[in-house]
């Protein structure tokens, strides 16, 4: 008998999530015998100490004209290749870096041979082992002829993926001055089935589309899955029982719970930057009101009450202000109010209805989705309103959602149906948020509803 707090899944299913999904359980820290890094000593007489070592020699914005010419050879057969495959894939995907093809040795490289070749950057490596796995690797700043980073990393031979999207992640950080978004995941909705009658599952993936993993059985239509910033839970909406609602799932236990008891349905979740408190919709006659739930004592708070249908809210990082959805001026437009409630102020202006507004990272955009003439176009502005910029258009792109580091957009795009449903096609893409670099993901089903974690602890 399903009870209303656990409508979805069997004790069983959530025991097989729990072993699943508990990733940072199954790397563990030092002691538990997880993922260890360890510093190398460095090979290059020139090389810097590690509290001198580079600062960020290239931008992003030039790197953008100029992708960044990095040797990635083979870090050995078998797992070797595997591991640097994956970091090659996470660099280029970006755009910001070019792979080319090469050979480092694993000694002081040959840098006036690299920089003959073109190269900028290097890599060298090597993985050894297989129920645990050991893979050193150093990056080489070719032009100065320097070691910039020297790392050895110990973990099950299962964890060989994720250790590949750490290394990634240093490269990009040691050469473009800030964190890398590759060990990271991305919940979403499976959709299988015809057009008009879709099986939608919870579930998350690499940010890459690698270990898709289900969350849910399908029996039941879910929506909007958004990532805790601080722990391995998702909350979600859920038409269980033929009831819309917000629900929390718990990654590491596999335990779920409804949240917060509304008279109306309850929808359109999201974290506020610390974790401890969900902001949401809940209805109320023919409008919808955001309230704010304390994941610790339960409590709830209104913050709106206009009388209209106020949705889709986002915290700004430091957790001061809310920038929501609202048809209050008669279409719906985008305002910012106080994270307590008041002060509300539109800051959308441009041609047709704006709507999903998530705020950056960084605190400096808000991406959104604008609906005119019949298409639907994926944008950017700044809080204030200035700067709109439209990234890409398409039939449906929407649901946008930021990685860690703010500088590329996930979203989904789907494309229109003919007769029975035919043709219809629902997918994720990423883009960088100049609007270049847009690119699928490849995922084993139809997705949609995007939302990127925080990286991997």
């Known amino acids: 008998m399903r009870s209303d707090d656990l409508p979805f899944f069997s004790d069983d299913q959530a025991q097989g999530l729990r072993n699943l999904l508990s990733r940072r359980h199954i790397l563990g820290g030092a002691a538990a015998g997880g993922l260890l890094a360890t510093p190398l000593m460095a090979r290059a007489q020139t090389a810097p100490a590690p509290a001198q070592q580079g600062e960020a020699e290239i931008t992003v914005d030039q790197a953008r004209t100029a992708p960044i010419p990095i040797v990635i050879p083979n870090f050995g057969a078998g797992i070797g290749g595997q ?7 996470d660099l280029d995907s970006t755009g910001l870096f070019k792979v080319i093809s090469g050979d480092v040795g694993q000694g002081t490289p040959d840098f006036a041979g690299l920089k003959a070749q073109g190269a900028r950057a290097a890599v060298s490596g090597s993985a050894n082992g297989s129920g ?8 080489w700043d070719v032009l100065n002829g320097q070691q910039l980073q020297g790392t050895a990393y110990t973990a ?32 979403y909705i499976a959709r299988t089935g015809p057009r008009h009658r879709q099986t939608t599952r919870l ?9 898709e993993r289900m969350l849910s059985s399908g029996q039941w239509l879910t929506l909007t899955p958004r990532f805790n910033p601080v722990r391995d839970q998702i909350a979600f909406m859920s038409y269980a029982n ?28 999201r974290f506020s930057p610390s974790g401890g408190q969900v902001v949401l919709s809940a209805t109320r006659g023919g409008g919808s009101d955001i309230f704010v739930v304390d994941l610790g004592s339960g ?28 048809d209050r001026g008669g279409s719906p437009q985008l305002y910012i109010m106080s994270a307590s409630g008041g002060g509300a102020r539109r800051i959308s202006y441009g041609n047709g209805q704006y709507g999903s507004p998530v705020w950056s990272p960084r605190g400096d955009l808000i991406a959104f989705t604008r609906i005119a003439g019949g298409r639907f176009s994926l944008g950017v502005m700044a809080p204030d309103g200035t700067g709109e910029r439209i990234l890409t258009e398409g039939f449906t792109v929407e ?3 930021f990685c860690p580091n703010g500088r590329v957009i996930a979203f989904c795009r789907q494309s229109a149906s003919g007769a029975g449903g035919a ?17 699928p993901i490849h995922t084993g089903t139809g997705a949609s509803d995007p939302a990127w974690s925080p990286l991997n602890g």
């Not at 591991?83 to 894939?89: D, F, L, N, T, W």
């Not at 645990?132 to 150093?138: A, F, G, L, N, Q």
């Open 156 to 187: 099950s031979g299962a964890n060989w993926r994720r250790i590949a999207h750490i290394i990634a992640d240093v490269i990009y950080e040691r050469m473009l001055g800030e964190k890398g978004y590759f060990d990271t995941r991305i919940a």
């Open 203 to 211: 579930a998350v993936m690499d940010q890459d589309g690698a270990n």
């Open 132 to 139: 645990s796995v050991r893979v050193e690797m150093r990056l």
């Open 399 to 401: 649901s946008p959602t």
């Open 423 to 439: 043709g219809f096609a629902s997918g994720i893409g990423m883009i960088d948020i100049t609007g270049f670099n847009e690119r």
């Open 83 to 89: 591991i640097s495959g994956v970091i090659s894939a």
């Open 242 to 269: 033929d009831r819309p609602r917000v629900y929390l799932f718990d990654l590491g236990s596999g335990s779920q719970r409804l949240l917060g008891e509304f008279a109306g349905i309850s929808f359109a979740p």
């Open 299 to 326: 409590s709830k708070r209104q913050i709106t009450n206009s009388g209209a249908i106020d949705t889709s809210p986002s915290y700004s990082p430091d957790g001061s202000q809310i920038v929501f959805n609202s």
